[in-house]
């Protein structure tokens, strides 16, 4: 008699690793790219020798184990950034290697063993499948109750602004109108597709639903923020609060943060930091979100080569950073520009789809609110170089102290 329980359960290993492979080398699940080995093989393990235990005849139905699970899995793959899609398809890669790596030993039990073996396999794999999409809906959903809640709260702070300074107004009108189309479009048609859940089966398409309003719904959040960021510096109400700040940590957490960006361009992010300051005395929230916003512009431009950042110290009092990238390049006439909020480069400096058209602009008044400044240099179809020299030591006045 084949005891198919042990013959999976010798075989765990071997299965996890295939898998894993499999997943990585499958062109429509990109999100697993930029993911370690744990990261993709999650709770397969566990999985697996829950149905081990269901295939064995001597030892109870381990249900419980499989469903805890299979929700947990589904949260997990919700935060990583996967799609409905690409959770689909790395269950069908979970049945196939399974079966794939048990044929041999299949073809020697009996059929009345081969079947119950394929039976409680597939049993148990429907039941994973269900739960894990039952609780990526669910956390879904609550990412779209906590953005729903986020952009009241920033949409009150809008308001408030927007009565108090009607400049850019029309600008921002036009820049919000997409994404809030989008939010609206998906949003309706998925409250319909709700209520009328018996002519719907295919839960694939519905979270496909909630996915657009989600990416549209953080495209118009990140808008709202930038826009609220450059109100607030117009107004003079950034405030800062300077302390000691070690920069080469502040870089390295940087450029971690934004390498899956340039892997997924195949870029190289090169870093020279040996001259920058040990120490200095700034803002470094606000020296976090100039350099963030420098190298994402550098990466997102640029479709080939590198990005490249230096630090170094230039003189007594000051110190400098620059990024400079191999990307498309900013004509001279749009350099005069390139720093005013919502212009829109001739076609060599096109803005890309996800830019809010802020970026520059919020990082030239951080740079003027550190006392720094910051030059471009850029040609054309070579690249650009943005170099920000700031002093080692923030000065504080009495006038910036009451604000």
Known sequence: MMDFSQVLRDKIDIIVETWVEAVRQDEQIETAKDLTYKGVRNSLPIVLQAIVTMLSQSQDSDIKTLVETSLEHGILRAKQGYDAEEMAREYRLVRWTIFSVLEEDLLKGSPSEVIRAMRLIDTALDEVIARCFKSFTEERLRELQELQSQLQLTNQELTRLLRANQDNLSHLAHELKTPLTSIIGYSDLFLRLQRNKSATNDTVPNLGHIERVLNSGRQLLHLINDTLEISRSQAGKMKLQPRATDVRSIVNNIVEMVE?????????????????????????????????????????????????????????????????????????????????????????????PESTGLGLAIVLSLVKLLQGKIELVSEVGVGSTFTVTLPLEVKISEAMLKL
């Open 260 to 352: 899956p960006l340039a892997h997924s361009k195949k870029l190289e992010i090169v870093v020279e930091c040996d001259r920058a300051p040990e120490q200095i005395i700034t803002d470094c929230l606000r020296l976090q979100q100039i350099i963030t916003n420098l190298l994402s512009n550098a990466i997102r431009y640029t479709d080939a080569g590198v990005v490249r950042l230096t630090c170094e110290v230039v003189s007594d009092q000051q110190w400098a950073i620059a990024v400079t990238d191999t990307g498309i390049g900013i004509s001279t006439e749009d350099q005069k520009h390139i720093f005013d909020a919502y212009f829109r480069a001739g076609k060599s400096g096109s803005l890309l």
